[in-house]
């Protein structure tokens, strides 16, 4: 699918190509030759490979171009005007995309190989002098020839480093994903090419909004890919998630008060039951006054990834208390709870989804666990061009990390991707 969009994007190059107006004489010829147009690129053979080391390999063999354009030519005493069909046979084009990461850290194409050949040229005449020109054909196929050919390179040049790096340039590599908490999808080094892939190692870490420079250290196992079946996969390690709990969690959203009427009637019910003997104990006049909890974690959740599963381990203190109006609370308890808790990932990639789903009623089931499932449910976009969407993902869970396969869906050529990254303001991008 890739190829394909390739090949479409540098038809479409190679047709926008410009050639310079050729002027001189030949015996008695004088011409002029204008307006060259190219009509129809037909690519016998082309592929586009991976190049071990190096980036990617665009190759084209055999191929033909058919032009057109005006001459202007004075024989003698005669002057003639009229257009000249060509076609340029045994093209090839042998290119190589550099693949780097910029300072930011975004993917780009640094350099660009290019070597172009025809293997040769020919021209048909129209007009009452026609067959005349033809001795002239040789010499104006050999100029043409040469100029065709010097436009080749310059026109996959202007694709890669200018065209395809605009697009590349308005992926942001580090955004906000909502009030809170920002990512960061920035390269840590170069791509790696190997004969059957780019592998590219991003940083996949969320940071606090508010202190940018307080994130979490990562000790994490790097994920390792083995697969094949898919076009992409994106290998999550627990440092990932963790990052994002943690830094939610410096951004103080694991915490709150419930009470009043943000109390739920099944929490308020569990606590009344719950210390319904010790309200009788210290005084049966505050049994019908409202109840509050207080939750907040004493650290970061923290994630742990097995063949299994994933789960999250949340620790919390719970406070709860009884508001008799006019008077100052009255403690009920204080303890320390510890809750471990499934994550399912549903792999949709462009949106990831995490949901934590919850077991026996609990005060923390109620109360933190709807945090972290209002605060990951909406998941996180993996950075990608308008256009381009993951397909047919398939998740699959190791110790330490998992990976999402998927299959890449072009709903947009790549032209138009670019066309419309290039007319837009890019958001949020750095």
């Not at 693949?99 to 007009?127: H, P, V």
């Not at 920002?182 to 840590?188: A, N, V």
């Not at 974690?297 to 789960?311: D, H, V």
Request: glycine share 6%.
């Amino acid at each position: 699918m890739l190829k394909y969009e390739t090949q479409k994007f540098v038809v479409e190059e190679l047709s926008n190509i410009t050639m310079p107006e050729m002027k001189g004489n030949e015996g008695r010829f004088e011409y002029t030759i204008n307006e060259v147009k190219i009509n129809e690129l037909n690519l016998t053979y082309a592929d586009l490979a991976f190049q071990p080391g190096l980036g990617l390999l665009f190759e084209v063999q055999n191929s033909s171009i058919a032009l057109s354009f005006q001459r202007r030519i004075l024989y003698w005493f005669f002057y003639d005007t009229g257009a000249i069909n060509a076609s340029a046979e045994g093209v090839n084009i042998h290119t190589v995309l550099h693949m780097t990461k910029d300072e930011l850290g975004r993917l780009k194409i640094s350099n660009i190989t290019c070597d172009a050949s025809i293997g040769k040229m020919k021209m048909k005449f129209t007009g009452t002098l026609g067959r005349v020109y033809d001795f002239l054909a040789t010499f104006l196929t050999t100029g043409m020839r040469f100029l065709l050919n010097q436009q080749i390179c310059p026109a996959m040049n202007h694709a890669g480093l200018v065209l395809i790096n605009s697009l590349l340039e308005t992926i942001p590599v580090r955004t906000e994903v909502d009030k809170y908490v920002g990512i960061d999808y920035s390269l840590l080094s170069d791509p790696v090419v190997t004969s059957r892939s780019l592998d590219m190692d991003f940083r996949g870490m969320f940071f606090e909004l508010e202190n940018e420079n307080n994130t979490l250290v990562n000790y994490a196992v790097n994920p390792i890919v083995r697969e094949y079946d898919r076009m992409v996969y994106l290998g999550l390690s627990e440092y990932f998630f963790d990052s994002g709990l943690y830094s939610y969690y410096k951004a103080g959203i694991f915490q709150m008060n419930i009470a009043n009427e943000r109390m739920p009637k099944d929490l308020e019910m569990l606590l009344r039951t719950t210390y319904f003997g010790t309200i009788m104990m210290m005084n049966p006049a505050l049994v019908e006054y409202p109840i509050s909890l207080r939750l907040e974690l004493n650290s970061a959740p923290k994630t742990t990834i097995k063949t299994s599963g994933a789960t999250v381990a949340v620790t919390a203190i719970a406070t709860v208390m009884v508001l008799p109006p006019g008077t100052a609370p009255v403690q009920l308890s204080s303890m320390t709870m510890v809750r471990s808790c499934l994550l399912m990932l549903k792999a949709f990639l462009m949106f990831g989804i995490l949901s934590v789903y919850q077991n026996p009623l609990t005060m923390l089931q109620i109360s933190i666990v709807p945090i972290i499932n209002n605060w990951t449910k909406r998941g996180v976009s993996i950075p990608l061009a308008d256009g381009l969407d993951f397909i047919e993902e398939v998740v699959e869970y190791h110790n330490g990390y998992l990976i999402i396969g998927a299959n890449l869906h072009f709903s947009k050529g790549l032209r138009e991707m670019i066309e419309r990254k290039i007319q837009a303001d890019p958001e949020n991008a750095i």
